[in-house]
């Protein structure tokens, strides 16, 4: 759950995961208020462009900063859950040192299990899907998704 009380301007962008126990859904923070979190949830994949689109009215209990196994559980199979932009260069993905940007796309997979592909950003996310390298340094997996110890054990390396 996230606390209002805790939210700063610095979290608008930031990724969060719905979940009420039956629906998970990613999304974008675009604002607050008193009473709720307004996220983007889809934005027809334009996520460096997220403020443009309307967000959702989110009540606070229903979101989290980390991907947990119950969120994992209730997704559909080969859905994606989040997907950005990371520096190629030692404080962003670090791949392949090209100080390029690279699109990342993380993936749910077929049995609870999940995986982060990334490749140069102007692939989109579903060429990286497909055809992306996959993330395997866990201090690169919980830095693009943070994740509890129970869903980080369902990355498939």
Known sequence: MIKLDELKKSDIGRWVFYYDGFKFESGRIKSWNDQFVFVVYKCDGQWDRFQEYTACATALEDLGFSLTLDMLKTMDPHAIIATGT?????????????????????V????HDWSIYCHFAYHDAEWIMRQGDKVCMTEHI????????????????
């Open 108 to 111: 749910r997979g077929g049995y």
């Open 142 to 157: 919980k830095k693009l998704v943070p994740c509890d110890d129970e869903a980080l054990a369902m990355y498939r390396y």
């Open 86 to 106: 990371a520096n190629d260069d030692p404080q962003g993905l670090f791949m392949a040192n090209s100080n390029q940007q690279l699109r990342w796309v993380a």
